[in-house]
């Protein structure tokens, strides 16, 4: 009986994780309800980050799939009653130069895609805009340094307060717009405490630290709205910082760039913190 349950309840599982794959009209990622497993991947270093997640889930079950017919195999063969006089062999020099050897080979065999992702990952030297983050307990702010040196900020959008579509705990007021195949520098750091921008769809879950700025950079592929959150405990309001990214067609974004320096003040340059963003793109610029 209880057999039964636990079945109807992974197929019901199944069912909602189907049923929201393959429902909603806009394209936006999230978390949906039973999620097992990655959001969609929206970037090349997400879409590396997939490959080099299913080259390692085919390594894993191959291995547990090996350790267990092993496993069968010593309680079938050498069980006390199939193999009541059991051998006093303690060495084989082969058998033990192999199970050290076939190891290293499959450390290896990862350690070369793994690291080359990680240099993918890191930055892009032909970034082509710079978008600034800002870690603040509990919000972002974010600042277009070479798109008219605006800067806002981004804030949570409150139950009450929510329109048609939005999810809840991940809709902001102000959505970070960011323009499609285009190679983008992002520049990190907080304010207050250890925050960390996380975009599953991006591949990208970095740390922004106070008084250091950290690089990744992001090449969106398609049009529509992403949603993250802040993955660093940074307090209180924590999981009530989420972040939103609106990616639009390059003509859109250059129009709303015009519109936002419009509503958004421009940055103040005389703030130490956008003094120290502005060495950074000159230290950039030299390189
Ligand atoms: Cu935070």
Redesign the pocket.
Known sequence: MLFMFKRLHVLATLAAVAFFTFSGAAFADQPKPWQIGFQDAASPVMEKITEFHDLLLIIITGIVLFVLALMIYVIVKFNEKANPVPSTTSHNTMLEVIWTAVPILILVLIASPSIKLLYFMDKNPNAEMTLKVT????YWSYQYPDNGDFEFDSYIVDDDDLKEGQPRLLAVDNEVVLPVDTDIRILLASDD????WAMPSFGIKID?VPGRTNETWVRIDKEGTYYGQ??????V??GF?PIAVKAVSKEAFKAWTVEAQKEFAKADDSSPRIAFVNDVKAALTAR
């Open positions: 870690g603040h307990q509990w405490v250890i925050h960390n922004t802040c993955s660093e405990l940074c307090g309001n924590h910082m």
